[in-house]
């Protein structure tokens, strides 16, 4: 079945950049995403990627995808404060036509001023 | 930008009793989804929804749970009987009909059980 895991904690420096780290078991999925959720609230989309790319930039945000190590990175350049929070790893698996996701435990960011 | 709204966002109570939790989709998406996440647990998909019915389910959505769709814009969760393993915060998700589209979710609603 579908599994994703992720480390629990990550603690870096304001300016430095951030790499959260993910591994999921199922082949067939169609595209990988970063959840970010701050305390008491919902699940913020950062960005995704489709299986078939091995990266993607947006502004700080850069995804890395390892195929053949199933293996998915975020990377957080210049992190700021404003970055703490709980990052989700999330692979989307497409049976059917439909799509359900399952999410890893989550990466809580410390980012220390 | 177009958002998937849930409400209330904290909804008490007492075991045994009847809960709706309701969601607002985003308006032109065609999939439905719930999701639950447990305290200090991981977020776990509960039920797809697409065409007036039920696309897919877990283990979790048993007998006590339903999901509806009463008009063309609000998507519903019910659980009958509730327990207090149902306590949770349970999130909303819809999607586009395209293929390539990610799903966008809710902000949630608490759920506490007493």
């Known amino acids: 079945g579908e599994d994703v895991e992720q480390s629990l904690f990550l603690s870096v420096r304001e300016g430095d950049s951030s790499v959260i780290n993910c591994t999921y078991t199922?082949?067939?999925?169609?595209?990988l995403y970063w959840y970010k959720q701050e305390p008491g609230a919902g699940l913020q989309l950062l960005t995704y990627?489709?299986?078939?790319?091995d990266m993607k930039q947006d502004q700080r945000l850069t995804v890395l995808l390892n195929k053949k190590d199933k293996h998915l990175s975020l990377r957080i350049a210049d992190t700021q404060t404003g970055d703490s929070a709980i990052y989700f790893c999330?692979?989307?698996?497409?049976?059917?036509?439909?799509?359900?996701?399952?999410f890893g435990i989550g990466t809580k960011l410390q980012v220390i001023p | 930008e177009p958002e998937v709204t849930q409400t209330p966002s904290h909804q008490v109570t007492q075991m045994g009793q009847e809960v709706i939790l309701r969601c607002v989709p985003i308006?032109?998406?065609?999939?439905f989804y719930w999701y639950r996440q447990i305290l200090g647990q991981k977020v776990e998909f509960l039920v797809s929804?697409?065409?007036?019915?039920?696309?897919?389910k877990s283990e979790i959505f048993d007998d006590q749970f339903s999901v509806e769709r009463p008009d063309g814009s609000n998507f519903t969760l019910k659980i009958r009987s509730t327990k207090l393993e149902d306590s949770a915060m349970y999130f909303c998700?819809?999607?586009?009909?395209?293929?390539?589209?990610?799903?966008?979710f809710g902000d949630g609603t608490r759920l506490s059980i007493l």
């Open positions: 998700a819809s999607r586009a009909g395209m293929n390539n589209q990610p799903q966008h």
């Open positions: 199922d082949s067939s999925s169609t595209y």
């Open positions: 990627i489709f299986s078939n790319m």
């Open positions: 999330a692979e989307a698996f497409r049976g059917g036509g439909y799509q359900k996701v399952t």
């Open positions: 308006s032109n998406h065609l999939y």
């Open positions: 929804f697409y065409n007036n019915e039920i696309s897919e």
